[in-house]
């Protein structure tokens, strides 16, 4: 079979024109084309430069500063290849090595791994461009020999709509979080995997080199987020995407190119599921905190997720932010749900009728449906209480951007009167313009409200008060900054509502405490180790820190053997976790145990961030000089510290 037809070139269409080959047609090669191509890129580029200001927010202080992880190096091989705290289910070895580089290359300075995830999203924008222009381009008739008159102008109309595509995805208000937020590293490089295996598809002209390298970057995707595994999915919806029939032919769609591809693919997911197994000691555990509830109910969930994501994808304006709560089970006149199972029925019959009439616009519209099956609570997602994330849509807004492009190619190439054709386009440019705007200016202003803890959630806080994550977070944040009594009138209407909230009933403790009413903190902390024992985390990070809180008050109040078996059982939860070190450190120093100080307080200093490190030394040496011991090992570290 021709390359051409490997490819699917659409019917009536030239084997020049079919955009197989690695380089872009030579009505590319012009300025003005190369310019229109990068543009798109280097524009989001540079209207997120604010975002490299920013610093670590939400799971980064978990990742980067708070656990050692990835900062020592003794630890790298177990925990790169661990399940994240998140879930038992969440295996990302390759996001997680990368952020072991960035960390030893910029002491833990946010400003680099901002930086990677900003030329991640350029980089995924001009993929998004590439892929635009190859689909674009047969539409339109501008071939590889298009270099003078009516083909020429049909290259630059693909060139303008590839560029609209790309700023379409690249400016898009939902993938702000994807940009801001250094944890959802995963979901960056998910999708430039994908997309980079879309370009060998689209580009390789070795059909074997296309298929090694379309299974290597699928394993490589299935290594940074396990929701890869959709691509076994989209893959085959793409070809016929780029073979552009309505009614497949199975002799042009499943050529020995694509099945090639096909068996690369299961190669990797079997070679990506043995890694699993052999890390996490099995596939997929059940730990979802979301309630399905009936069969009925489930369905109505279901159609509710994928109808928040169709209204986010299509209307970002004000419905953008780190939380989307939602209670579940859904009650069965949930009006909201059934509107969603009703605009899902209604896109996928929209889908349906477009691959009769542009079919491959219609057949991206099904891969962005394909993208969202992972994260449309069939099988319910692990964090309750956000029925979607904003940073899921990522690669299902690339799907739409190019069936958006590939869908104005086929309009753009039907012949049509000047003037008719101009008051259509005219309110389309207008509409484009608008929609640009908004998404700048939303841009403009949800990027500073990433930039610390303090900022995210009291926005977070603010569009969702009844959020649990939403109001956990911010109270950390206004506790962090010293606002205890907001804390405590924030907790306690909280509580009103959802009586036991661990994270709750831990920050009103701390807060209190720092009030110095220690006898209601231990009330409350205590109240708060009996809700996670009762949810089965008793390994958490969360009991650790209950536990570290509820030993520093039983210290303060002179209760040293609680305050030591409390302590010692924070440090047995989470090992690494070094205040319950710092303060058994400080424990046994009131009890004159040198040794076991000095034991305590060194595994706090090898495993906290460098600043703390030096405070931890620091604090030492004073309260070994209060002791009046001579030979501290700590006084000369604390003079050389910074």
Same mark, same amino acid.
């Given at each position: 079979?021709?390359?051409?037809?490997?490819?699917?070139?659409?019917?009536?269409?030239?084997?020049?024109? #079919?955009?197989?080959?690695?380089? !872009?047609?030579?009505?590319?090669?012009?300025?003005?084309?190369?310019?229109?191509?990068?543009?798109?890129?280097?524009?989001?580029?540079?209207?997120?430069?604010?975002?490299?200001?920013?610093?670590?927010?939400?799971?980064?202080?978990?990742?980067?500063?708070?656990?050692?992880?990835?900062?020592?190096?003794?630890?790298?091989?177990?925990?790169?290849?661990?399940?994240?705290?998140?879930?038992?289910?969440?295996?990302?070895?390759?996001?997680?090595?990368?952020?072991?580089?960035?960390?030893?290359?910029? %002491?833990?300075?946010?400003?680099?791994?901002?930086?990677?995830?900003?030329?991640?999203?350029?980089? %995924?924008?001009?993929? &998004?461009?590439?892929?635009?222009?190859?689909?674009?381009?047969?539409?339109?008739?501008?071939?590889?020999?298009?270099?003078?008159?009516?083909?020429?102008?049909?290259?630059?109309?693909?060139?303008?709509?590839?560029?609209?595509?790309?700023?379409?995805?690249?400016?898009?208000?939902?993938?702000?979080?994807?940009?801001?937020?250094?944890?959802?590293?995963?979901?960056?490089?998910?999708?430039?995997?994908?997309?980079?295996?879309?370009?060998?598809?689209?580009?390789?002209?070795?059909?074997?080199?296309?298929?090694?390298?379309?299974?290597?970057?699928?394993?490589?995707?299935? !290594?940074?987020?396990?929701?890869?595994?959709?691509?076994?999915?989209?893959?085959?919806?793409?070809?016929?995407?780029?073979?552009?029939?309505?009614?497949? &032919?199975?002799?042009?769609?499943?050529?020995?190119?694509?099945?090639?591809?096909?068996?690369?693919?299961?190669?990797?997911?079997?070679?990506?599921?043995?890694?699993?197994?052999?890390?996490?000691?099995?596939?997929?555990?059940?730990?979802?905190?979301?309630?399905?509830?009936?069969?009925?109910?489930?369905?109505?969930?279901?159609?509710?997720?994928?109808?928040?994501?169709?209204?986010?994808?299509?209307?970002?304006?004000?419905?953008?932010?780190?939380?989307?709560?939602?209670?579940?089970?859904?009650?069965?006149?949930?009006?909201?749900?059934?509107?969603?199972?009703?605009?899902?029925?209604?896109?996928?019959?929209?889908?349906?009728?477009?691959?009769?009439?542009?079919?491959?616009?219609?057949?991206?519209?099904?891969?962005?449906?394909?993208?969202?099956?992972?994260?449309?609570?069939? $099988?319910?997602?692990?964090?309750?209480?956000?029925?979607?994330?904003?940073?899921?849509?990522?690669?299902?807004?690339?799907?739409?951007?190019?069936?958006?492009?590939?869908?104005?190619?086929?309009?753009?190439?039907?012949?049509?009167?000047?003037? #008719?054709?101009?008051?259509?386009?005219?309110?389309?440019?207008?509409?484009?313009?608008?929609?640009?705007?908004?998404?700048? &200016?939303?841009?403009? !202003?949800?990027?500073?409200?990433?930039?610390?803890?303090?900022?995210?959630?009291?926005?977070?806080?603010?569009?969702?008060?009844?959020?649990?994550?939403?109001?956990?977070?911010?109270?950390?944040? $206004?506790?962090?900054?010293?606002?205890?009594?907001?804390?405590?009138?924030?907790?306690?209407?909280?509580?009103?509502?959802?009586?036991?909230?661990?994270?709750?009933?831990?920050?009103?403790?701390?807060?209190?405490?720092?009030?110095?009413?220690?006898?209601?903190?231990?009330?409350?902390?205590?109240?708060?180790?009996?809700?996670?024992?009762?949810?089965?985390?008793?390994?958490?990070?969360?009991?650790?820190?209950?536990?570290?809180?509820?030993?520093?008050?039983?210290?303060?109040?002179?209760?040293?053997?609680?305050?030591?078996?409390?302590?010692?059982?924070?440090?047995?939860?989470?090992?690494?976790?070094?205040?319950?070190?710092?303060? $058994?450190?400080?424990?046994?120093?009131?009890?004159?145990?040198?040794?076991?100080?000095?034991?305590?307080?060194?595994?706090?200093?090898?495993?906290?961030?460098?600043?703390?490190?030096?405070?931890?030394?620091?604090?030492? #040496?004073?309260?070994?000089?209060?002791?009046?011991?001579?030979?501290?090992?700590?006084?000369?570290?604390?003079?050389?510290?910074?």
């Amino acid at each position: 079979m021709s390359d051409s037809a490997a490819q699917g070139a659409a019917p009536g269409t030239s084997p020049s024109s #079919a955009s197989h080959g690695s380089s !872009l047609p030579r009505s590319d090669r012009g300025r003005w084309n190369r310019l229109l191509a990068w543009l798109p890129a280097w524009l989001v580029f540079m209207v997120y430069l604010p975002a490299l200001g920013n610093g670590f927010v939400w799971d980064d202080t978990y990742f980067l500063t708070d656990m050692p992880f990835l900062r020592s190096p003794e630890l790298w091989p177990r925990h790169i290849f661990a399940p994240l705290f998140v879930s038992e289910n969440y295996f990302r070895p390759l996001p997680l090595l990368q952020y072991v580089i960035e960390g030893r290359l910029s %002491n833990l300075n946010p400003f680099l791994f901002h930086l990677t995830n900003l030329l991640l999203h350029a980089a %995924n924008t001009f993929m &998004v461009g590439v892929l635009a222009r190859r689909l674009v381009q047969p539409s339109l008739g501008g071939g590889a020999e298009a270099v003078s008159g009516p083909s020429r102008q049909a290259g630059f109309r693909a060139a303008w709509i590839s560029a609209g595509a790309a700023l379409l995805f690249g400016l898009h208000p939902a993938l702000i979080e994807s940009v801001c937020w250094v944890s959802d590293r995963f979901d960056l490089m998910m999708t430039a995997m994908l997309l980079l295996a879309l370009c060998c598809d689209t580009g390789a002209r070795n059909d074997r080199l296309a298929a090694v390298m379309t299974g290597a970057l699928f394993l490589l995707g299935l !290594l940074s987020k396990e929701s890869t595994v959709l691509f076994m999915a989209v893959l085959p919806v793409w070809h016929l995407a780029v073979q552009a029939r309505a009614r497949p &032919v199975a002799a042009e769609w499943l050529t020995a190119r694509r099945m090639m591809m096909y068996a690369a693919l299961f190669v990797a997911l079997a070679l990506y599921l043995l890694i699993r197994r052999a890390s996490l000691g099995g596939l997929y555990h059940t730990d979802t905190q979301i309630i399905p509830g009936t069969l009925l109910q489930h369905g109505l969930l279901v159609g509710k997720t994928l109808g928040w994501y169709l209204l986010v994808a299509l209307w970002p304006f004000g419905l953008v932010g780190p939380v989307h709560p939602g209670r579940t089970p859904l009650a069965a006149d949930d009006a909201l749900a059934w509107a969603g199972v009703l605009a899902v029925v209604l896109a996928l019959a929209g889908a349906v009728w477009l691959i009769r009439r542009v079919p491959r616009a219609g057949w991206l519209l099904l891969c962005a449906a394909c993208a969202l099956g992972p994260v449309s609570n069939l $099988l319910p997602l692990t964090i309750a209480d956000n029925v979607i994330q904003d940073r899921y849509l990522i690669f299902p807004v690339a799907m739409l951007a190019l069936a958006a492009a590939v869908g104005l190619a086929a309009w753009l190439a039907r012949p049509r009167p000047a003037a #008719a054709a101009v008051r259509v386009i005219a309110p389309l440019a207008l509409l484009a313009a608008a929609w640009c705007a908004a998404a700048l &200016v939303s841009i403009f !202003l949800i990027v500073p409200r990433w930039a610390s803890d303090l900022s995210l959630w009291s926005w977070g806080y603010g569009q969702a008060p009844t959020s649990k994550i939403a109001t956990g977070n911010y109270m950390t944040a $206004l506790a962090n900054a010293g606002r205890n009594a907001e804390v405590i009138e924030i907790g306690k209407t909280m509580l009103d509502r959802y009586p036991d909230t661990g994270s709750v009933l831990h920050n009103i403790g701390l807060a209190l405490m720092r009030q110095g009413r220690d006898a209601e903190a231990i009330d409350y902390v205590k109240r708060a180790l009996r809700y996670l024992d009762d949810h089965g985390d008793k390994r958490g990070l969360d009991r650790a820190e209950a536990l570290n809180l509820l030993g520093l008050l039983y210290m303060r109040g002179g209760d040293l053997d609680s305050a030591d078996k409390a302590l010692r059982e924070a440090v047995k939860t989470a090992p690494f976790l070094t205040r319950p070190h710092f303060n $058994l450190a400080m424990l046994a120093y009131q009890r004159r145990d040198i040794a076991g100080a000095r034991r305590e307080m060194d595994m706090a200093i090898q495993y906290d961030a460098p600043q703390m490190a030096v405070f931890h030394r620091r604090s030492a #040496a004073e309260k070994e000089k209060e002791l009046g011991l001579a030979d501290s090992p700590y006084r000369a570290d604390a003079q050389a510290a910074p």
